[in-house]
């Protein structure tokens, strides 16, 4: 009977013809009372895992979200779709949304971790007479300190779970990825497989083809998700992360005017194909500086920053969705809950501090399912700023997941194959190919190159100058400089001084950094101090390496 009422309700309310396979299961599980963790691709479709149940049971479900911008949408769009929806967050002083959602008047009620944390006792006793039939956790990851959105009030959830004990917990993500380093992969990999055959009913998707997939390495992140929010015996879906409509590429930011001008024609190509875009800048200034020259082109564009007053941002919001306005140049506060299917691009204006944002914000374009494009430009200086994303963290576990962040985020950048392949073992798919085709690595044709030698050359001398003194000195040292620098500290006694000579110093550079993104040199650079970020400032060496690049 069930099932049938499921798709009913999916015709009535959605005009969904169909569940997406997972949503099923899911929907079927959450009826039953079962607790379910969903990662699923931003895009899938996992709101409706929520939405559904409380309308089949006909009891109120519960959503906890970390934005009142992003409930205020989704309140918004069920009510037009004739279901009682409301939200509940710190500013609400609706007395009567408080007393009707006590009561259960409501299909789904969304709450702010904060104020499902703080509302008084007999609000949760009444409404547990009225019935609740789900209490959904959305951007789990939030919860857990290994993930890149950590948020301390996701913490206190727990103890929820001794109040509602007999409704079903669910935790939504599309990122609950691992940190690891790629060498340590097959190890995790396989530990994970085991603990997670014995404790969880193991039900892996993968979402784009439906094909079952034996491993997946979502461990730590997940593991905190379910351990913090008490989930008994899950039900686990995990979908494949893969976007394969959209393509993704990299290219070098030169700062200055003439970059941008030339950026931004380049991009009202698209715009003029009637295409709509999204331009993240890492700094308002830059937002400001890319706004202006939109409107110098003839082109209007819409701006959304951090420091607009609400209203500005809510009413450039609004153009843009209704596709008023074609371009967004943006800072990453313009985010969650852009269910614009149309987006054809999303350029990113510097790096952002972690693939895990990077995966997010670009996975905004193409939802519709047509191809779409995702171009990051960085520059070096992007990848200094471990100590300006620390801020006032003090937990060790966090600065380091922050500076592992980072450093994936630059890895991704100096990479020559497979972008596409890179992203997902990094969110720890198994990619079956070497090349996607569709990705700028895989549409340029390179070269491979042997280059031990250079890159023995290279370290070693990294390590005759001891560390200490970032690419500059030893590619100065190699290439024969007899600078007073380099006199005073008498390096230029070193035997490999001059033996880099037939090489600019620039092209020494890109050696480095490919040696650092790989892993094979690293910046042993003092996280702790709150010094002005200068990430070059010391080297040291992992290993002894056989290295081969390919140069375009
Ligand atoms: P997520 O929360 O996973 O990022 P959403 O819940 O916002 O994804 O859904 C993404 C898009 O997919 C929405 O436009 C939604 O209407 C659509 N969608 C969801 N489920 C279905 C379905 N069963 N059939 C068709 N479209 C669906
Ligand atoms: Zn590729």
Same mark, same amino acid.
């Given at each position: 009977?069930?099932?049938?009422?499921?798709?009913?309700?999916?015709?009535?309310?959605?005009?969904?013809?169909?569940?997406?396979?997972?949503?099923?299961?899911?929907?079927?599980?959450?009826?039953?009372?079962?607790?379910?963790?969903?990662?699923?691709?931003?895009?899938?479709?996992?709101?409706?895992?929520?939405?559904?149940?409380?309308?089949?049971?006909?009891?109120?479900?519960?959503?906890?979200?970390?934005?009142?911008?992003?409930?205020?949408?989704?309140?918004?769009?069920?009510?037009?779709?004739?279901?009682?929806?409301?939200?509940?967050?710190?500013?609400?002083?609706?007395?009567?949304?408080?007393?009707?959602?006590?009561?259960?008047?409501?299909?789904?009620?969304?709450?702010?971790?904060?104020?499902?944390?703080?509302?008084?006792?007999?609000?949760?006793?009444?409404?547990?007479?009225?019935?609740?039939?789900?209490?959904?956790?959305?951007?789990?990851?939030?919860?857990?300190?290994?993930?890149?959105?950590?948020?301390?009030?996701?913490?206190?959830?727990?103890?929820?779970?001794?109040?509602?004990?007999?409704?079903?917990?669910?935790?939504?993500?599309?990122?609950?990825?691992?940190?690891?380093?790629?060498?340590?992969?097959?190890?995790?990999?396989?530990?994970?497989?085991?603990?997670?055959?014995?404790?969880?009913?193991?039900?892996?998707?993968?979402?784009?083809?439906?094909?079952?997939?034996?491993?997946?390495?979502?461990?730590?992140?997940?593991?905190?998700?379910?351990?913090?929010?008490?989930?008994?015996?899950?039900?686990?879906?995990?979908?494949?992360?893969?976007?394969?409509?959209?393509?993704?590429?990299?290219?070098?930011?030169?700062?200055?005017?003439?970059?941008?001008?030339?950026?931004?024609?380049?991009?009202?190509?698209?715009?003029?194909?009637?295409?709509?875009?999204?331009?993240?800048?890492?700094?308002?200034?830059?937002?400001?500086?890319?706004?202006?020259?939109?409107?110098?082109?003839?082109?209007?564009?819409?701006?959304?920053?951090?420091?607009?007053?609400?209203?500005?941002?809510?009413?450039?919001?609004?153009?843009?969705?209704?596709?008023?306005?074609?371009?967004?140049?943006?800072?990453?506060?313009?985010?969650?809950?852009?269910?614009?299917?149309?987006?054809?691009?999303?350029?990113?204006?510097?790096?952002?501090?972690?693939?895990?944002?990077?995966?997010?914000?670009?996975?905004?374009?193409?939802?519709?399912?047509?191809?779409?494009?995702?171009?990051?430009?960085?520059?070096?200086?992007?990848?200094?700023?471990?100590?300006?994303?620390?801020?006032?963290?003090?937990?060790?576990?966090?600065?380091?997941?922050?500076?592992?962040?980072?450093?994936?985020?630059?890895?991704?950048? &100096? =990479?020559?194959?497979? @972008?596409? %392949?890179?992203? +997902?073992?990094?969110?720890?798919? #198994?990619? /079956?190919?070497?090349?996607? !085709?569709?990705?700028?690595?895989?549409?340029?044709?390179?070269?491979?190159?042997?280059?031990?030698?250079?890159?023995?050359?290279?370290?070693?001398?990294?390590?005759?100058?001891?560390?200490?003194?970032?690419?500059?000195?030893?590619?100065? &040292? =190699?290439?024969?400089? @007899?600078? %007073?620098?380099? +006199?005073?500290?008498?390096?230029? #006694?070193? /035997?490999?001084?001059?033996? !880099?000579?037939?090489?600019?110093?620039?092209?020494?550079?890109?050696?480095?950094?490919?040696?650092?993104?790989?892993?094979?040199?690293?910046?042993?650079?003092?996280?702790?101090?709150?010094?002005?970020?200068?990430?070059?400032?010391?080297?040291? =060496?992992?290993?002894?390496?056989?290295?081969?690049?390919?140069?375009?």
């Amino acid at each position: 009977m069930s099932m049938e009422t499921m798709r009913s309700v999916l015709k009535k309310y959605f005009r969904f013809s169909d569940f997406r396979p997972y949503q099923r299961e899911v929907i079927e599980k959450i009826i039953e009372k079962r607790d379910c963790l969903v990662v699923m691709a931003t895009g899938s479709g996992k709101s409706l895992c929520y939405q559904v149940p409380p309308l089949v049971v006909k009891k109120t479900g519960i959503v906890v979200s970390p934005l009142i911008s992003l409930m205020r949408d989704q309140v918004m769009a069920l009510k037009q779709r004739g279901i009682k929806a409301e939200y509940l967050g710190s500013a609400q002083k609706d007395f009567t949304v408080h007393s009707k959602a006590e009561h259960g008047q409501f299909d789904i009620l969304f709450m702010t971790p904060e104020k499902a944390c703080t509302v008084p006792s007999s609000f949760w006793s009444n409404l547990l007479k009225a019935g609740i039939s789900l209490f959904a956790v959305d951007e789990a990851h939030c919860i857990s300190e290994w993930g890149h959105d950590f948020r301390v009030e996701y913490k206190h959830l727990d103890k929820l779970r001794e109040v509602l004990l007999d409704v079903p917990f669910v935790g939504l993500t599309a990122t609950a990825t691992e940190k690891y380093s790629s060498f340590a992969l097959a190890g995790r990999a396989a530990l994970g497989l085991v603990v997670r055959y014995f404790l969880f009913d193991l039900n892996l998707y993968w979402y784009n083809n439906s094909r079952r997939t034996s491993y997946t390495v979502y461990f730590r992140v997940q593991y905190d998700i379910i351990g913090s929010l008490k989930l008994n015996y899950p039900f686990v879906t995990i979908g494949s992360v893969d976007r394969t409509n959209l393509f993704y590429g990299v290219k070098l930011l030169n700062r200055g005017q003439s970059f941008i001008d030339e950026l931004v024609r380049e991009i009202s190509k698209e715009v003029t194909n009637g295409g709509s875009t999204i331009i993240y800048c890492t700094t308002i200034k830059d937002v400001e500086q890319i706004f202006k020259s939109f409107a110098e082109a003839g082109i209007e564009a819409g701006m959304y920053h951090g420091q607009m007053n609400g209203k500005a941002r809510e009413e450039s919001h609004r153009l843009f969705v209704r596709d008023e306005l074609q371009v967004m140049v943006a800072t990453i506060a313009f985010g969650m809950g852009i269910d614009k299917p149309n987006i054809r691009q999303v350029i990113h204006y510097g790096c952002p501090k972690s693939l895990e944002s990077y995966y997010q914000e670009s996975g905004r374009c193409g939802r519709d399912g047509i191809a779409s494009v995702c171009w990051l430009y960085y520059t070096r200086s992007d990848f200094a700023k471990a100590d300006f994303y620390c801020g006032e963290v003090k937990s060790e576990k966090q600065r380091k997941a922050i500076m592992e962040s980072l450093l994936a985020a630059e890895r991704y950048c &100096v =990479l020559t194959t497979c @972008r596409r %392949k890179f992203l +997902l073992e990094y969110f720890g798919e #198994k990619f /079956p190919a070497d090349r996607c !085709g569709n990705c700028d690595n895989c549409k340029i044709s390179r070269k491979e190159r042997d280059m031990s030698r250079e890159a023995f050359l290279l370290m070693a001398c990294i390590h005759s100058c001891r560390g200490g003194w970032g690419l500059n000195m030893p590619i100065d &040292v =190699l290439r024969g400089s @007899r600078s %007073k620098k380099i +006199l005073d500290v008498q390096f230029d #006694k070193l /035997p490999l001084h001059g033996l !880099g000579k037939n090489y600019p110093a620039n092209w020494w550079k890109a050696l480095g950094y490919q040696l650092i993104s790989q892993a094979y040199a690293y910046h042993s650079h003092d996280l702790w101090s709150n010094s002005s970020a200068n990430a070059s400032g010391k080297f040291e =060496l992992c290993r002894a390496i056989a290295f081969t690049v390919a140069m375009s």
